[in-house]
């Protein structure tokens, strides 16, 4: 008989997305008000010091390759669908509503957009970044867990099972990796790679703590 669902399950999408939705306007509430307003620094400098941080780090050619895939990410996204012009263009001083035209005078409204811009801009750049530090272990991610995959199917014929205490600690343990792990790399702040790859690999452990203490297939 296939299992039931609890009402747990149904709502797990939801609380996904509620969460991701909260991180996400706390980082832009940050940008868009600290940044602008209380500390009066251009989010630029942000990307720059971060850019820094990495051309200390890696290589040249890593360096420039993750660049240049979060900016065409960033393109594709923003610049190519017209998305950014359109932002800028609501809030151009010579558009025809008069909301705009004062929205467009402000000094403030300038200054916030170009703050978001560049979060996301920084996001993109993570992105590749991860990406490319995902493509490094993948190999060596996927031998274990098949090899994880290969235990559980042998202990359909041994005798006994995982102990239920290791199976809890290690959903535990990745039921945090991965929040924390997103919560890391969306931080509206300058972060060491060496930061963000040690995130990665304590969420890659975190997934191979849990593959290894899958109970035994029924």
Known sequence: MPEQQTSYDKLFPTQIFFFVALVMLINMAIVTLAYSFLWE???????????????????????TSAKFTGDSLYDAMLVDTGIERMVYGSFDSNAGDIASQVLGQTQAAGRILDNLFDYILLLCHRFSFSLMTLAYIAFLITAIFVHAVII????RYEFGDTPLLMNLWARSSLSYAIPLTFLIWSLPFALHPLVLIASIVACVCGLLFWAFSMPKIA
Do not use: G, I, M
Not at 41 to 61: C, G, H
């Open 41 to 63: 620094e251009p989010f630029a400098r942000v990307l720059q010091r971060e850019q820094a941080y990495l051309e200390r780090t890696l290589s040249v050619d890593a360096t």
């Open 152 to 155: 559980r199917h042998r202990k």
